[in-house]
């Protein structure tokens, strides 16, 4: 069982940063993939960025590549999402995700058995 715990959520004016952290209940690198997705009011959980652990690699949303960055601390336990330039469009649920075997395309939240509450992003004008 991997429990997960989201936070760093909150509000921010278009342009600002945030990061997000992911605190997992055991070594994050137990985990073959790990990974963040966001939902907006009324549209389906999308995939925003994931981390395979073994090899480091990493990928990105189109609409977030270039903006933000996954990564993980082995040491704490801890994944996490920076945020930079962050547009009206990044308002959302974050939540981060996990898997200890691979189970299809990274951005699928069908390949993800273990998920955190969630946290909230807000981008304002």
């Known amino acids: 069982q991997v429990q997960l715990v989201e936070s760093g959520g909150g509000s921010v004016q278009a342009g600002g940063s945030l990061r997000l952290s992911c605190a997992a209940s055991?070594?994050?690198?137990?985990?073959?993939?790990m990974g963040w997705f966001r939902q907006a009011p009324g549209k389906e959980r999308e995939g925003v960025a994931v981390?395979?652990?073994?090899?480091?690699?990493?990928y990105y949303a189109a609409s977030v590549k270039g903006r933000f960055t996954i990564s993980g601390d082995n040491a704490n336990n801890t994944l996490y999402l920076q945020m930079n330039s962050l547009k009206l469009e990044d308002t959302a649920m974050y939540y981060c995700?996990?898997?200890?075997?691979?189970?299809?395309?990274?951005?699928?939240?069908?390949?993800?058995?273990?998920w955190g509450q969630g946290t909230q992003v807000t981008v304002s004008s």
């Open positions: 981390l395979y652990t073994t090899g480091g690699t990493t």
């Open positions: 995700a996990a898997d200890r075997a691979y189970r299809g395309s990274w951005y699928l939240p069908a390949s993800f058995g273990y």
């Open positions: 055991g070594n994050i690198y137990s985990n073959v993939v």
